[in-house]
């Protein structure tokens, strides 16, 4: 299942733009990032550059479905490392990608992301492998011819890529937390405290502590009836004290 790919596409096309024919550039013209060349091999075998700048979102889709997220096996991938490979790889190729990512796992890097791959990636920490993939693919950025040209644009878009990418790896935590089962029967919730109320619970809501009745007047509550010693205790402790001082209370001499 996609889980991640329309999230992970929305966030490339962030990076790659609009309409794009700059000589100094390896690609060539592109349009959302997509070349001429893959929109020849996907959508349409003669187009022209023209054509690739009315192309169309499920176009785009398409050449980014077949030709990247595909091809680095997205879908199957961790979240969060999905994006992060898919989005190197529509920046330098989904071969170069895959064996950056085996790298970083220890995998043998024949480009091919297959089950070893697959496990490796499953076995380590989402975000252990992002930050080690994002740091070896702006190594190799900096390596190129082309980096005094695009360098300040390719820093920007790996950092932005590593902080999406992690955040993307902590999501289904974070959701599992927020989203924990009600329960269906079988263990009672606990009971509210006295006095607690459940907020936006609306009047009526078997949520909603009910307010306790005044206790019934032929039935007095241990409560009441533990006041009423505690009041005679104290009224016998006062008259005790009080003999006890008689002498000082009646002639107020030789009392400290």
Known sequence: MDRNFARALALVLKSEGRWSDNPADPGGATMEGVTLANFRRYVKADATKADLRKISDAQIATVYRRFYWDAVAGAELPDGIDYAVFDFAVNSGPGRAAKYLQAVLGVAQDGRI????????????????????????????????????????????????????????????????????????????????????????????????????????????????????????????????????????VLGVFCQ
């Open 114 to 249: 297959g089950p070893a791959t697959l496990a490796a990636a499953r076995a380590k920490p989402a975000g252990v492998v992002v930050d080690a993939l994002c740091d070896a693919r702006l190594a190799f950025l900096q390596r190129l011819s082309t980096w005094p040209s695009f360098g300040r644009g390719w820093s920007v878009r790996v950092a932005s890529v590593r902080q999406q990418a992690l955040l993307m790896s902590m999501a289904p935590a974070a959701e599992a937390t927020s989203q924990a089962p009600a329960s269906t029967g079988g263990t009672p919730a606990p009971a509210a405290s006295a006095g607690a109320t459940t907020a936006g619970a609306p009047a009526g809501d078997p949520a909603t502590p009910a307010a306790k009745s005044p206790p019934s007047s032929e039935s007095p509550t241990p409560g009441k009836t533990a006041g009423v010693l505690a009041l005679i205790a104290l009224a016998l402790g006062a008259a005790a004290a009080w003999a006890a001082h008689l002498p000082c209370n």
